[in-house]
C-alpha cells in the first residue's frame, strides 16, 4: 500500500509540473503574441505616419505650385528631404526665378508697331539694372536664356526681323545667336551619329556657323556682353575649336562678369572630359565659381554642375545616391532632370520637384509630369500635364514638350498642328514626324496620313531603326506581312524571338499567352516599347 502511495504522489507531483509547464508555456505564447501585436501596431502607425506625412509634404508642394504671384509661389514650395538649401541661396533663386522679362509676343508687338529702338531700350535699361540693382541683378542673362533659347520657328521670325529692323543692335544679333544655336541643335536630332544622315549635319554645321558669327557680331559691337561671350564658348566647341580656344573663351567671360554663374555652368560643359575636357579644367572653373560664392550664393549650381560632370566621367550609370549628392549642393537641373529617369518610389517622387519650382516651364512640367508617372503618382503626373498644356502658347520655347503636352492632354487637333508646323521649317524632324504618326493613326482616325508620315520619315531615315519601327506601326493593324517585313527590318540585327514578343510574325509553338501590350507610351506618344 505504501508502494502503491508513493506512486500515487509520484504522479500526482508529475502532473502538477506538468500543469505548470503547459501553463507557463500558455502565458509565454500568449505574451509572445502580445508582444508581436504591439509591435505589428508600432510599425503600422510608424507606416501610416510616414505615409501621412508624405501626403501632407504632396499637398503642400502641390498648393505651392498654384501660387499666383511667382516670387511667393517659389518661396513657399517646402524642403524636400533630404535636399535642403541655404535660406541665402533660396531666396537668391525665387528671385531670379520671380524676375518679370519682355515676352516675344510683347517683342513681336514693338516690331510691329515700328518700334524696334524700344526693344533695344528694353535690352539696355536691364544691361544697367543688371549692373546697379541688386534686386534685378541676372535679368539680362536670364531673358536671353528663357526667351530665345529656343527652336520654335514663331520665335525665329520674330528675331529676323528685330535683326532687320536693327541690324547693328548687339542684343538683336545675340538673340539670333542664341536662337540659331538651339536650332542647329535641333536639326542634328538625337540619334547617334551612325543613324543620322549627312544632311542632318549639314544643316546643323550652317546653322552653327550662322549662331557664331550673330555672336561674334553681337561681342564686335558690345565688347562688355556677357551673354555673346558665354554663347561663343559651346558654340565654338560645335564648330571645331580647340581645347585651348574654349579654356580662353570660358576665362574671358567670367572676367566680363564673374558674378554671373551661368557664364560658368556654360564653360564647365565644354571642359567636361565625356567633350574632351579635363577634370583638371574642372576644378579650375568650380575654384573660380566658389571663391565668388559671398557675392552670389548660385554659385553654388556651378559646384553641383562640376559635380556632376564629375560623376559622369567615371563612365557609369549614375545611381540615385549619386544624383543625391549632386544635389544635396544645389538643385542642378541635369541631375534632376536625369534622375526623374531612375525608378523612383512614390516616396521619391517629391525629390522632382525643384525642376518646376525654380523654372516653371513646359518643358520642366512635362520632365516632372514623367518622372511622377515613373514613380507611380499618376494624379499629380496628369496635374503636371495640364498645367504644361495650360502654360504652352505658339511662342513657348520648347514647341515639342508643348505639343507633346497638348496630346497627353487629349488635345491631339492642336498637337497635330503644331507638329504639322515644326515639320514646316524642319523637314527632317524626327520628333514631330514621329509624334503624328501616332497622331494620325491612334487619335485622329488619319490612317492614309500616318502612312505616307511614315513613308515620308522613311525617306529621310532610311536606315534607321525608329523610321522601321514608325512604318511597322501603321501596318500593324492593316497589312500583317508589311509590319512583319518592317519589324524584320527594325530588327534586322536580332532573331524574331526577340522583338516579335505577341507572336504576330512567328508561330506561337508552345501555347504561351501574348505579352502585355507594347504600344504607344502615354508621355512619350512614340510606339518604342519594341
Known amino acids: 500500500m505504501r508502494l502503491i502511495g508513493i506512486i500515487f504522489i509520484t504522479v500526482g507531483i508529475a502532473l502538477l509540473v506538468v500543469v505548470s509547464f503547459l501553463g507557463y508555456d500558455r502565458w509565454l505564447i500568449e505574451h509572445q503574441a502580445e508582444t508581436v501585436r504591439q509591435e505589428m501596431a508600432q510599425l503600422h502607425a510608424k507606416a501610416e505616419a510616414k505615409r501621412a506625412d508624405l501626403d501632407a509634404r504632396i499637398a503642400a508642394l502641390r498648393a505651392a505650385d498654384k501660387v499666383a504671384d511667382p516670387l511667393k509661389r517659389c518661396l513657399e514650395f517646402p524642403d524636400v528631404p533630404p535636399l535642403h538649401w541655404s535660406p541665402a541661396f533660396i531666396a537668391e533663386r525665387c528671385r531670379l526665378t520671380a524676375l518679370d522679362i519682355i515676352t516675344v509676343d510683347q517683342i513681336d508687338a514693338k516690331l510691329a508697331a515700328g518700334d524696334s529702338a524700344g526693344v533695344d531700350a528694353t535690352f539696355q535699361d536691364y544691361a544697367t539694372q543688371d549692373a546697379s540693382d541688386p534686386k534685378r541683378r541676372g535679368i539680362l542673362f536670364r531673358t536671353f536664356e528663357q526667351r530665345f533659347e529656343s527652336s520654335n520657328p514663331a520665335i525665329g521670325s520674330v528675331l529676323e526681323r528685330w535683326v532687320k529692323a536693327s541690324p547693328h543692335s548687339a542684343y538683336a544679333l545675340a538673340a539670333r545667336g542664341v536662337f540659331r544655336m538651339r536650332t542647329a541643335a ?14 542632318n549635319f549639314e544643316t546643323m554645321e550652317r546653322l552653327m556657323a550662322g549662331a557664331v558669327s550673330d555672336l561674334k557680331a553681337s561681342l564686335a559691337i558690345k565688347p562688355d556682353f556677357i ?28 572676367a566680363i562678369a564673374p558674378d554671373e554663374h551661368r557664364a560658368y555652368i556654360f564653360w564647365s560643359k565644354e571642359a567636361s572630359p565625356l567633350w574632351g575636357g579635363s577634370i583638371e579644367a574642372l576644378e579650375e572653373i568650380a575654384d573660380a565659381a566658389k571663391a565668388r560664392e559671398d557675392s552670389n550664393p548660385l554659385m553654388a549650381l556651378v559646384a553641383a554642375r562640376v559635380r556632376y560632370f564629375s560623376a559622369l566621367a567615371t563612365r557609369r550609370p549614375l545611381s540615385r545616391d549619386d544624383y543625391l549628392a549632386i544635389l544635396a549642393i544645389a538643385p542642378d537641373a541635369f541631375a534632376l532632370d536625369n534622375m526623374g529617369y531612375l525608378p523612383l518610389a512614390q516616396a521619391d517622387a517629391s525629390l522632382i520637384t525643384p525642376l518646376v519650382r525654380f523654372e516653371p516651364t513646359v518643358e520642366n512640367y512635362m520632365r516632372a509630369a514623367l518622372a511622377l508617372e515613373l514613380a507611380k503618382q499618376p494624379e499629380w503626373s496628369d496635374e503636371y500635364v495640364t498645367r504644361a498644356a495650360d502654360l504652352g502658347s505658339l511662342t513657348t520655347p520648347d514647341l515639342g514638350k508643348y505639343a507633346q503636352a497638348l496630346a497627353t492632354s487629349n488635345r491631339f487637333d492642336a498637337a497635330a498642328a503644331l507638329n504639322e508646323k515644326m515639320i514646316e521649317v524642319n523637314p527632317r524632324s524626327a520628333d514631330a514626324m514621329s509624334a503624328l504618326i501616332v497622331l494620325y493613326e491612334e487619335h485622329l482616325e488619319r490612317h492614309d496620313d500616318a502612312v505616307a508620315m511614315a513613308r515620308r520619315m522613311l525617306d529621310a531615315y532610311p536606315d534607321s531603326t525608329r523610321a522601321w519601327k514608325m512604318f511597322a506601326y501603321t501596318q500593324k493593324r492593316t497589312d500583317t506581312a508589311e509590319y512583319c517585313k518592317a519589324m524584320a527590318r527594325a530588327y534586322h540585327d536580332q532573331p524574331e524571338f526577340k522583338w516579335d514578343f505577341d507572336y504576330t510574325c512567328s508561330p506561337n509553338e508552345h501555347g504561351l499567352p501574348p505579352p502585355m501590350s507594347n504600344g504607344a507610351t502615354r508621355r512619350g506618344q512614340h510606339p518604342e516599347g519594341k
Not at 186 to 199: F, K, Q, Y
Not at 236 to 253: C, D, F, Q, V, Y
Request: proline share 7%; glycine share 10%.
Open 186 to 199: 535641333e536639326a542634328r536630332g538625337t540619334a547617334s551619329a551612325a543613324d543620322t544622315p549627312r544632311e
Open 227 to 254: 551673354v555673346p561671350a558665354t554663347y561663343l564658348i559651346p558654340a565654338t566647341a560645335r564648330t571645331g575649336g580647340s581645347r585651348a580656344e574654349i579654356m580662353e573663351l570660358g576665362r574671358k567671360a567670367v
